[in-house]
Nanobody
Framework: EVQLQASGGGLVQPGGSLRLSCTAA????????MGWFRQAPGKEREFVAT????????YYADSVKGRFTISKDATKSTLYLQMNNLKPDDTAVYYC??????????????????WGQGTLVTVSS
């Protein structure tokens, strides 16, 4: 059984940084593609970033490109999202997700079969 747990959210001022972590159980990182999504109040869940099962393919939403970096550490069974130059529009609950195999339709929430519980990021002065 795959279990994901996200952490690292909090309150940060505009321009600040946060690093989200997602610990995974029941996942062999070389076999699973993983991603981050977010959901702001009153909005649909949207794609943020994803990394392929081999770790050599990464994609980002245009809104975070150049500010966010996705990575994973197989030795720690952990997925990361480094978020820099945060903006108020980045305020949302952030979810990590995984799916077996390589990336395809990576922006589609339905591609990911396993989800963590979410961690709240609030960007405000």
């Amino acid at each position: 059984e795959v279990q994901l747990q996200a952490s690292g959210g909090g309150l940060v001022q505009p321009g600040g940084s946060l690093r989200l972590s997602c610990t995974a159980a029941g996942v062999t990182f070389s076999q699973y593609s993983m991603g981050w999504f977010r959901q702001a109040p009153g909005k649909e869940r949207e794609f943020v970033a994803t990394i392929g099962n081999r770790g050599n393919t990464k994609y980002y939403a245009d809104s975070v490109k150049g500010r966010f970096t996705i990575s994973k550490d197989a030795t720690k069974s952990t997925l990361y999202l480094q978020m820099n130059n945060l903006k108020p529009d980045d305020t949302a609950v952030y979810y990590c997700a995984s799916t077996y195999g390589p990336l395809s339709s990576y922006r589609d929430v339905n591609m990911y079969k396993n989800w963590g519980q979410g961690t709240l990021v609030t960007v405000s002065s």
